[in-house]
């Protein structure tokens, strides 16, 4: 009972402490919110105090900052009245004494004129800009008449020594001979054709002249793309047009191609246009692969960055000189057919797939598709011209009714006619097989050239039959076939036509010879049959 009442004191004595420390701890709390509420009353009063002069000062540093700029702004306008005074210094002088100089100055011009179109609050704006622009209209103006200037002058023909050497040494011309005159391509114009010659063509190098200095190519290029840039690119278009187009009609005037029309060519003597038409198909490879490569490479340096410029300037300038040459080609498709001209029909052919790839290449772009579909489509006509061509000689051939007589029943003249005829056709055979194949969708164009040459020895085979018949002395007639179908397996069995014939052919008239020759020796009697055979 004792320890309980000593554990209550002592409980009593503790609660009694702890009441006043936090009697203590509230009075001190109670002090330093009284001291922080006198500092608070103070800093504001020091605020209002201070409020006056940080206003002053505010003030004061946005003076300076617009100062500052206001000096700037006017050190810039300074600076372009400066440029603008120098530009007009230079513009006035021309372009002649230092071009490059000129040039930069109607940049700085540009610039200036950007800089006061941006900047319409300044009070005399419009002003500068009006000045500006009169004088950058002046400096294109001089620029339009230098650039007519330094092209004219850098821009000269062609002369035909030069272009010779940028063929392959099988296409020269020898050197005794004119270079516009005869066969300027050195290749015969009786038909001396080699299928191997066009392989090696195929793959020979050529070499391109050089139209304009590459020195001076830079600086066209930079007035070019003044010009463009001021809007003129219709003047600029016609000042290239004119210089360049006459350069490159006066560089194939001098190497001999000649503007002729339909009527101009079917007044020529054969002998006369088969030499033209050896020339043009070395005209059309010098201007594809030489001149006109040449004119495309000068357009795509003078215009880079205006691609469709450049092949609407190229379009332009090749327009005349391209008409000239296909319609020369389109006189000779359209002409009347005649056996003779399927050799040079196969030439134009050939001379125009070949050029296909780089017509193709060179005359690019939209601008250029008149020009690329008048040679596809003259490539097609001289195909379809040469197959008519080819029909009209087996239907000639059957038909022929020529009283020309062999008294001794030896070979006719059509019988060496024709088999020289087809001897020269083996030399096309690829040419021949690419024509059946363009208008053959399916099928062996081998085969083809076999069923023709077939169709053509038959024909020939079916006259010699109608001819045999003049003869009175039916062992003649015997004799007659008997040495011209000789003639016909021998000259086969040495050519190509075997292979396109076969061997069965070669056999079956062999045994048709025979036969003739058995039948003569019966219808003989006792003459000497030697003496009426056909001599190899």
């Not at 540009?110 to 609050?121: E, T, V």
């Not at 092949?311 to 080609?329: I, R």
């Amino acid at each position: 009972m004792g320890i309980a009442v000593a554990g209550m004191d002592s409980l009593s004595e503790r609660a009694a402490m702890m009441r006043e420390a936090l009697q203590k701890s509230q009075t001190i709390t109670d002090n330093v919110v009284t001291i922080l509420g006198s500092f608070d009353s103070r800093l504001s009063a020091l605020e209002t105090a201070m409020r006056p002069t940080q206003i002053r000062t505010h003030a004061i540093r946005k003076a300076h900052e617009n100062i500052d700029k206001s000096l700037k702004s006017a050190e810039v306008i300074l600076a372009q009245f400066d440029i603008s005074r120098q530009a007009d210094a230079k513009i006035l002088k021309g372009p002649h004494e230092d071009l490059e100089g000129y040039l930069g100055a109607i940049d700085e011009l540009r610039s200036n004129i950007r800089f006061f179109s941006g900047n319409k609050n300044f009070r005399n704006s419009d002003g500068v800009l009006n000045q500006a622009n009169t004088l950058l209209a002046k400096a294109i103006s001089k620029l339009e008449d230098e650039f007519k200037q330094r092209l004219n002058s850098y821009s000269k023909p062609i002369e035909p020594d030069h272009l010779f050497d940028g063929l392959p040494n099988a296409l020269r011309p020898s050197s005794g001979s004119p270079g516009n005159q005869g066969d300027v391509g050195g290749r015969a114009t009786s038909h001396s054709h080699s299928e191997h010659q066009n392989i090696d063509l195929e793959t020979a190098v050529y070499t391109p002249p050089t139209l304009i200095p590459p020195r001076i190519m830079p600086l066209l290029h930079d007035l070019a793309k003044q010009m463009v840039r001021a809007g003129h690119q219709q003047q600029l278009l016609r000042i290239y047009k004119e210089t360049r187009s006459l350069v490159l009609e006066e560089s194939l005037r001098k190497l001999g191609v000649e503007k002729l029309s339909k009527d101009d060519v079917q007044k020529m003597q054969w002998e006369v246009l088969e030499a033209k038409i050896g020339n043009w198909i070395h005209f059309m490879r010098i201007a594809v692969k030489l001149l006109f490569a040449g004119e495309r490479k000068v357009c795509d340096q003078m215009f880079e960055g205006f691609d469709s410029l450049s092949d609407q300037c190229f379009a332009e300038v090749t327009a005349s000189s391209v008409s000239v040459l296909l319609s020369f080609g389109e006189a000779i498709a359209r002409s009347k057919r005649s056996p003779e001209k399927l050799f040079v029909l196969l030439d134009m052919y050939e001379i125009m797939r070949e050029l296909h790839s780089e017509i193709k290449a060179i005359f690019k772009g939209k601008a250029c598709t008149e020009i690329r579909e008048s040679a596809l489509g003259l490539t097609k006509r001289f195909a379809q011209t040469a197959q008519e061509t080819f029909g009209d000689f087996e239907e000639a051939v059957e038909k022929d009714a020529t009283k020309t007589s062999v008294l001794d029943g030896t070979v006719h003249p059509l019988t060496s006619y024709v088999i020289n005829y087809v001897k020269f056709l083996f030399d096309y055979q690829s040419t021949l097989k690419q024509l059946f194949q363009e208008f053959e969708t399916s099928g062996d164009t081998g085969s083809q050239l076999s069923s023709v040459t077939m169709r053509i020895m038959q024909a020939l085979q079916t006259n010699l039959d109608g001819k045999s018949k003049q003869y009175r002395d039916p062992a003649l007639t015997h004799l007659f076939l008997m040495n011209n179908i000789h003639y016909m397996v021998r000259s086969v069995r040495r050519s190509e036509a075997k292979d396109l014939l076969g061997d069965d052919w070669v056999q079956r008239h062999r045994r048709i010879v025979q036969q003739h020759a058995t039948n003569t020796k019966g219808m003989l009697g006792r003459r000497s049959f030697s003496a009426f055979l056909y001599k190899d």
